[in-house]
């Protein structure tokens, strides 16, 4: 057991407080304090500091010395300001418990109120307020509230206790029992206690206390507190404040009450009080949602004047904090107590309009309005969205891989997607997984849902970069594509019937739900510019299409950080030519086909120059492995078997003849795809390593590349295209890609007399390109961090593969994070920053940059910005996100 | 173009040549200047510097000033030592001219002799000499090589004149040429070049010897010049001299003659003169075979007086080197002169056997006889080899993935091999290629053979360490293994046929082909026992049963640095209760599973144990993707294809049922390899990870472990077991496992009242794990660097499907060599660097060694020793390999 020092202080009344103690103090405690010390209408109290909860972590669940003595002291200071005693049995104080960490965490922690109530001080309460049924009530409110959070009785045993009494009552409702039953209701309380946990209901005080003490360092380490602060990133060494506080009472008649307001609207951001109260009753009844509580607005007609007291409270509190508050107060025989306040939660529209209004108003500048809006609550915003108001029944739920919400029709497969969309009908692509070939019917789909893959699968990766709404690694779907149905939670969904997907919340919902669009307004605008000022850091975007590209521009990027190649062959007509050049037998069977593809190629590179006129254009150089292209093993297989089969039931000669021209067919194919299968093609013949042993595609797309760009200068739009080489792991790689680069774009620029910049670089995304950056900048003139895939070699993880396995390490802790996600610091980033030393070691004036999906990811960004990189490049949809988290970044804050 | 400073000496005589001036002058040069200087007969010369070949490339293959005039100079002091001038009507002076780089490259560069003949000096070199014929033979032959040579003439254009000249004499020998035939000769040699290369041959000897110097230097740039660089890992920078030296003529008559010889026999080491020579010839005819040399002890009879003198010399010069030398010389008249001398090139049994000898006689001390063994060398002395002077018939070539021959007789399954080689059948594997599936067949075959996959492919690397000889990519095999037959250079091989495979030269050979076996003679013993004295670092075994460790410990392994605990359960007894692991629905049926699997798998760790006695034996925990247990996705499809297609043919009601039957198990099964089917198995769920979600692996694991060592200790035999848990990137990982370890290694042995020390230590083979080896270290108490997987991770390269484009990388120098043979120094060699510093920081008595295939290889050990790993592991015949090459890599030397 560790020691302790006895002489540390472990309590400090509000009044005493130190300023700006929220880690000693937690949230409340802290902001209690504050309060306090600004004059504020706060009932007296105390908080027990956080490190006195760590210390009693660390002490195997046993007090420091000192507390319960230092608590006392603080308890005698509280009694005297309250004029009332703990335990009195003529005048009682009572007191409320309360957790509080120096994060928030609502909800995670429990609460004990109207502690110190027994037999005696009830009827003392009763005595002294000259209302029985008051006393009577808080009491039992007390041994239930007790009974659950401190001893572990479940609150169902309690509620059944009240629901049975007030069955008895005519009106039904909490204010119509009588005392007697309120009293009945106590003592069958504290028999349920006993009998649940062989212990009795305390009835000394000083007992309650600390019991209920222990009971909220204990909850530090109950599992819903442990599973916030995993998803929340909130290490669990940090420990909670408790603070104690004199109760004030809501229910002491009809000129009492209770509510929690905010200062301004949470989801809309509009300026004014919002929320509720209910008069005669306890915060806990409004919390819990017990009885149904009132719009504050009522408030000014029931209680004018503390009303406007409190408006001016509420204006003075938004002034000191310098941000929106959420305010619960009570109100005692027409006296107006602050229980708490606290810097509010809100929509990201909502944070996008008060950051704003409020530098209107001079409460605060244009960098702390950029500082207030979390970025990732902006990527919501320009996303239709589900209409909060609808009546939704779930279907299954999944990851909420790419935002927005969509309704359309079952679709089973890619193909048929795409015939019916071409008819006008809106398809929401339904798969297990989906793979390259799958990208027609992707594109032509409002939402796509996947029954397996993470947050980093095809299927999500794809979708986010096209804005489509997607929920992936939805589990419990029963998929039967050939017999086009689907099962999930007792549904059945055939072909064609409706769903809407929520890829903002990982919902997928039956039939047609309505949608929102989203509305960027002037405020969005207004902040975006502010962020602009602020930011070091670039933004691109990654797109592959004219119209992608458009919409990045649209959303701020100043340039496309990556385009990739390959998108462009998975059309129909690309997709054959594509083909041939694989099967091709030599090099002259190649470069024919690779003719083929050459004007399509030149026109997908036209529309995206020309959409980022003026703008850099970073084009990578086909990347992925080439059987990528092919007919899948299986479902080659599949169909030579059935070739079989059929052919033993032919009856006609034409028949057979047919069925064996087409097994031949199949044969050749399958044997090209087993020469090219790869065991772990994400390790294989891929990147520049195509480039290597086919120059030929190299030389044919930067052609393409540079003729379009010529056709665009001979128009007069500007083009800066940066030509990128993926999979660089060896200097010589990029020596010879990137010479093979330059004689085939100056041939080009040559034969049509055009001058033209450009550069030459290459995608850092293997170890050894990080470890060996200083060769390959020799030759590469820029750098771009392929982050997704550095990190799948860094843990040796593929994204493809990892969802049966990190969920659950993140979950355990043995990861921080989703590595995929969030970029990893710790590892993958020291590759970046050494890799980009290095580079500028040896060229100091080295573009770096970053296209991985990491680039729209917001504690990601703010790393980049600390390594000093140029720019971060993500999706379109992103790009705000990524401006915005970069401009906190320049800022310094926490980007989260 | 570069400047070239004038001033700068680019010619040295012999006699003024700087001492060790090797890099400067070349080889060649070098030898010949240290020899003169010794007083040896060697004929004047001078020697054109490297450095002038390096400026003449910079300069785009221009000579740099100056240097035909330092030429003219050396050449005058020539003439003036031979008492002969340069094209000379009267008394001719002839000169060699000869290239010669730093390091030996034989038979890469050209050779030029005769040099300064035309028609002119040719009629006075006969009035000279008295003897027509000779001159006018070196005149036809000197034609002819410089037509060849420096012209570009192919040789075979002047063969055919001389072939038809000899068909027109009686002997048909070349000394059967009469003088006309001879000046025919070079007349028709002529008009050849003349009408090849549409220039003329210059009569004119300087331009000849200008000609001459420019074609050597041309000539580094060559092919195959370019070719044996790569092959040897020698620079291309580094540039050739030129040697040009008087002539001396071999063919003036029976008292002349030219010669090759040992100071000992280069393939046994036996000590006495060894080599060929021939009377009354110029040295190129015994190079190139024209006509057949004698044994050079026939030359005591012949010539004795020479002959002694020849044997005075070679001693002499064994003496000054210090090591066998490989002679040239001629004998002009009676008068013996030498050509050339250098280290001879020796077999491995020749190099074990001169260097114990040379220690023996007091030439060399025991250290440098460690450094005169090439480790390399020394891997084929520990396998059977085909006997050199058999006749043999190449069915295929591939990659020679694992040393030793062997014949048996072809089996294309591996079931097959098994079934027939329990009945003593020889058995030859023949597959496309192996996966663990075939684990069983290889343990059964005598020897391996692929038709696709690389030198560390599944086949290659379970060969070498079973010490099976493996011929790995035999790209050339057809394989038709339903048919049971296989095709190749145009012969047929049926399914039972006796093949030979060469695995030390990747051959494979028609029928039964003689084999020797090896002999480790004391010589052997010796040599090692000096290594070991030598030697810092320490050498284990990667070894799986007690066999393999006993083999081990035979060649000195001083323990287990990998046992791969997967290995063990491919056993027929083992896979199904494996399967029943990975089939089961929870922990309960995995459990039960387990149960079985616990006693076999403690049985394969006490053998392991028994055998290593008093050594360490690091045992790693299961690393593989489960579905490597389960059948091929592939073959369960086709599976379920063919049942469908006889379940359509079925004629009774019985069949039907039974496949019926059938085809439910196999789509059951077909399900559950589905969900384990991992896109990138390398980077899925393995190593750990398993652990992690499966904890009752590691638990069995550890607890057969731990039970076996029990069993060992109360035996009196002695245990130091090492758990090594694989595939590690983050600290909480090995955290989890290693607590997990101890936990029930301590229960084990608290069960059985055992005492024992052990190690809880993890494999280093992914990036991550090199970067946070502080972290990791914090719980590990030793690292074993995994350098085959970190390669992989590092490079983003899959070893499995690397061989499609690694060779022609390694070929155009995008690689200097294979980094799964050759440890990647720059890159890989950073993170074993970083890993091992960062791992020591932390724990300063961190035990660091070497696991992959890299332990065995001499370069990649010496690079090990430079970082202070502690050990490395290899397989079982590779262990002498690092025992030498960790000696070397101790006394500084070049470890290749």
Known sequence: MPTVDTDRRWVYAFEDAPADARALLGGKGAGLAAMTAAGLPVPPGFTITTEACVA???????????????????????????????????????LSVRSGAAVSMPGMMDTVLNLGLNDGTAAALARQTGDERFAYDAYRRFVAMFGEIVMGVEADRFERIVQRAKGQTEGGQDTDLSVDQLKEIVAQSKRVIAGQTRQHFPDDPREQLRQAVAAVFDSWDNDRAVHYRRVHNIPDDIGTGVTVQAMVFGNKGWDSGTGVAFTRDPSTGAKGLYGEYLLNAQGEDVVAGIRTPKPIA???????????????????????????QDIEFTIEQGTLWLLQTRTA???????????????????????????????????????PAVNDDAE????????????????????????????????????VLVRQQTSPEDFHGMVAAVAVVTAEGGMTSHAAVVARGM???????????????????????????????????????????????PTKDPELGDDFRTLMSWADDVRRLGVRANADTGEDAAKAREFGAEGIGLCRTEHMFFGDERLQPMREMILAEDAGAREAALRKLLPLQRRDFDALLRAMDGLPVTVRLLDPPLHEFLPDLLELTGRIAETKLALKQATTLEEMDRLLDESAASRALLRQVEKLHEENPMLGLRGCRLGMLYPEITQMQVRALFEAAADCVEDGIGVQPEVMIPLVSAAA????????????????????????????????????????????????EFFSFGTNDLTQTTFGLSRDDAGRFLSAYVERGVLPADPFQTLDVEGVGELVRLGTDRGRAERPDLKVGVCGEHGGDPASVAFFHGVGLDYVSCSPFRVPVARLAAARATLGGDAS
Chains 1, 2 share one sequence.
């Open 56 to 94: 009693y972590q660390d002490a195997g669940h046993h007090v420091p010395d000192g507390l319960w003595d230092q608590t006392e002291t603080a308890l005698a200071e509280v009694e005297a300001a309250a004029g009332r005693r703990f335990g009195d049995a003529d005048d009682p104080l009572l």
């Open 345 to 383: 939660k809100r929509s990201g529209a909502a944070a996008v309009r008060i950051a704003v209004e409020m530098v209107g108003e001079g409460v605060i500048d244009e960098r702390t309005a950029v500082g207030r809006v979390d970025p990732a609550a902006l990527e919501a915003l320009l996303h």
């Open 467 to 513: 804005g489509t709404p997607c929920v992936a690694g939805a589990s419990s779907l029963r998929l039967d594509a050939a017999q086009g149905r689907l099962e999930a939670g007792g549904h059945t969904v055939l072909d064609g019937d409706w769903v809407t997907v929520d890829g903002a919340t990982g919902r997928v919902l039956l039939g047609r739900v």
């Open 298 to 324: 009522e408030m000014a007609g029931d209680l004018p004047e503390t009303f406007d007291q409190f408006q001016a409270l509420a204006d003075q509190l938004e002034q000191t904090y310098g941000d929106v």
């Open 733 to 780: 790689e990029i020596e010879t890609q990137a010479a093979l680069v330059r004689e085939t774009a100056d041939a080009v620029l040559a034969e049509r007399g055009v001058a033209l910049d450009y550069l030459v670089g290459t995608m850092i995304e293997l170890p050894r390109a990080a470890l060996r950056a200083g060769d390959i900048a020799r030759t590469a």
């Open 392 to 427: 939704v029944e779930l279907l299954a739920e999944g990851l909420p891989a790419s935002p927005g919400a969509a309704q359309g029709r079952v679709a089973f497969t890619s193909d048929d997607a795409e015939a019916r969309a071409a008819e006008g009908e809106p398809v």
